[in-house]
């Protein structure tokens, strides 16, 4: 049976960035559940982990010498210090997926989208709050963050944005029903970009 998407022999990287708070992993979450061959990267951060979160789906939690031993090791297709914490992308497993024909979503910062610009064959995705006091609220709203941290975010949002022009899309999250169909035509569409259909 023909499928919307998942037609392709191996998958395409996408890569989407947007400021802490704006809803990414709620969009991403969405993708993964609507479409099996979608799957988000998993990272490895030294931060440690929040009450809800599960080691080994939501990240892989190390901690700082694990972290440095596998950029020495080269494990990293890119790795940036994100308020305090490392995070990085594993390069075994974004191959493994997407030569299993799994598109694989990097959810990532703009230092780490930066650094795989124009180095990776992957579509970039920017998605941006409506404005900041709506990114404010949905910081507070998840509370997950202290009030320092909220600002720290709130802060650095702003010079997020401000590299908002460099990647191939722009997705405004103000109503996530309208903001998801958007992400979801993307996905389609570049699935069906002649260069990627080898007839
Ligand atoms: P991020 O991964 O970008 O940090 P989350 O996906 O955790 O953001 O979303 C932050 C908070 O905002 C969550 O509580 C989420 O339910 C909420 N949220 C996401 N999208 C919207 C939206 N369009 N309108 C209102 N709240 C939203
Ligand atoms: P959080 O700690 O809230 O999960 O994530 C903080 C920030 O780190 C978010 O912007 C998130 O996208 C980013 N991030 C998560 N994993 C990676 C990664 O592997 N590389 C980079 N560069 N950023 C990441």
Redesign the pocket.
């Known amino acids: 049976m023909q499928n919307i998407l998942g037609e392709l022999k191996e998958g395409i990287v996408f890569i ?5 708070g704006t809803g ?2 709620t969009l991403v979450r969405m993708l993964c559940q609507e479409f099996p061959c979608v799957v988000q ?1 998993i ?3 030294t ?1 440690k982990p929040r009450p809800n979160e599960i080691r080994g789906k ?2 892989h939690f190390v901690d700082k010498a694990e972290f440095e031993k596998r950029v020495a090791e080269d494990d ?1 297709l ?3 210090t ?2 305090t ?1 490392q ?3 594993s390069k075994s497993f974004v191959e493994k997926e997407r030569v299993s024909g799994k598109h694989v979503v ?8 930066q ?1 795989l610009m124009g180095k990776l064959d992957a579509v970039t995705i920017f998605i941006s709050p409506p404005n900041m006091e709506a990114l404010q609220k949905r910081l507070s709203h998840r509370k ?1 963050e202290n009030k320092a941290a909220i600002e720290e975010r709130l802060s650095w949002a702003q010079k ?1 944005m401000s590299t908002a022009g460099q990647y191939d899309y722009q997705i405004v999250n103000d109503r996530l029903e309208i903001a998801y169909k958007v992400l979801r035509s993307i996905f389609i569409a570049e699935e069906h970009r002649s260069l990627r259909r080898k007839t």
């Open positions: 989407v960035s947007a400021p802490a990414k992993t990267s990272s490895f951060t931060r939501d990240y990293f890119e790795h940036a994100v308020f914490e995070y990085g992308t990097l959810v990532i910062d703009t230092q780490g989208a650094q997950s997020e």
